[in-house]
C-alpha cells in the first residue's frame, strides 16, 4: 500500500498507479476477478497485466486513449473486455477489445470461449487469435476485406475451434466446411 501523502504514486485496490491516476505503474500477478480501472486512466502500456492469470475481465473508462496491444500478455483467465461507451478511442463487442477509427481489433482475451460474432465494420484480421484455447467457433463479417499477409492462419493456436462462418454479403472470402477461403 501508498501513505495517502506520497506526492508520485496512489494504491487504492492493490495495484500502483501514477499519483494523477493516468497510468498504471504496477499490477500484482495474483489479481483475481473482474478488475475496473478508475477514471482518470489514460493509457495501458506492454505488459502492463503481463501473466495476471486470474483477472477474468477488465472495465476500461472513458478515459484510457492508450492501449498496447500486448498489455494482457499472458492472461489466460481474461474472458472479456467492456469499454465505457463514450470512450472515443476503444470499443469492446463480444468481449474483444477494438480500437475505433478505424475499427481493428487491438486484443481478443485468451479465455474467451465459445462461438464469437466480431463486429460488422472490422476490415482486416491479424494473428489475434493464438492461444484462444476455449474459442469453439468464429463469425468473420461482411465488411472483412483483409487477412495480415504474413498470418494467414490467423486461428492456428486456437486447438478447439470447429466452426468459421462468414457472413453473407462478404465479397473477399467464404467459408465451406468449416474452412475459410479467400474468394
Same mark, same amino acid.
Request: aromatic share 12%.
Given at each position: 500500500? @501508498?501513505? &495517502? !501523502?506520497? %506526492?508520485? +504514486?496512489?494504491?487504492?485496490? *492493490?495495484? =500502483? /498507479?501514477? #499519483?494523477?491516476?493516468?497510468? $498504471?505503474?504496477?499490477?500484482?500477478?495474483?489479481?483475481?476477478?473482474?478488475?475496473?480501472?478508475?477514471?482518470?486512466?489514460?493509457?495501458?502500456?506492454?505488459?502492463?497485466?503481463?501473466?495476471?492469470?486470474?483477472?477474468?475481465?477488465?472495465?476500461?473508462?472513458?478515459?484510457?486513449?492508450?492501449?498496447?496491444?500486448?498489455?494482457?500478455?499472458?492472461?489466460?483467465?481474461?474472458?472479456?473486455?467492456? @469499454?465505457? &461507451? !463514450?470512450? %472515443?478511442? +476503444?470499443?469492446?463487442?463480444? *468481449?474483444? =477489445? /477494438?480500437? #475505433?477509427?478505424?475499427?481493428? $481489433?487491438?486484443?481478443?482475451?485468451?479465455?474467451?470461449?465459445?462461438?464469437?460474432?466480431?463486429?460488422?465494420?472490422?476490415?482486416?484480421?491479424?494473428?489475434?487469435?493464438?492461444?484462444?484455447?476455449?474459442?469453439?467457433?468464429?463469425?468473420?463479417?461482411?465488411?472483412?476485406?483483409?487477412?495480415?499477409?504474413?498470418?494467414?492462419?490467423?486461428?492456428?493456436?486456437?486447438?478447439?475451434?470447429?466452426?468459421?462462418?462468414?457472413?453473407?454479403?462478404?465479397?473477399?472470402?467464404?467459408?465451406?466446411?468449416?474452412?475459410?477461403?479467400?474468394?
Amino acid at each position: 500500500s @501508498v501513505h &495517502e !501523502d506520497n %506526492p508520485f +504514486y496512489a494504491s487504492p485496490d *492493490g495495484m =500502483l /498507479y501514477s #499519483k494523477t491516476y493516468h497510468s $498504471i505503474t504496477a499490477v500484482p500477478q495474483k489479481l483475481k476477478g473482474e478488475i475496473r480501472l478508475p477514471e482518470d486512466l489514460e493509457f495501458l502500456d506492454a505488459n502492463t497485466f503481463e501473466y495476471c492469470e486470474g483477472i477474468t475481465g477488465v472495465i476500461l473508462p472513458a478515459s484510457v486513449r492508450s492501449i498496447s496491444d500486448r498489455a494482457f500478455v499472458g492472461c489466460t483467465g481474461l474472458q472479456y473486455i467492456q @469499454v465505457a &461507451e !463514450d470512450n %472515443p478511442t +476503444y470499443y469492446a463487442y463480444n *468481449g474483444v =477489445l /477494438y480500437e #475505433k477509427d478505424p475499427l481493428k $481489433i487491438v486484443y481478443v482475451p485468451l479465455g474467451i470461449a465459445g462461438h464469437l460474432v466480431l463486429a460488422e465494420g472490422l476490415e482486416s484480421i491479424d494473428y489475434h487469435f493464438g492461444s484462444c484455447h476455449a474459442l469453439t467457433g468464429v463469425t468473420i463479417p461482411a465488411s472483412v476485406c483483409r487477412v495480415n499477409p504474413g498470418n494467414y492462419n490467423v486461428f492456428a493456436d486456437a486447438p478447439m475451434l470447429e466452426t468459421i462462418l462468414v457472413a453473407e454479403g462478404n465479397r473477399d472470402f467464404f467459408a465451406q466446411d468449416n474452412i475459410w477461403y479467400s474468394a
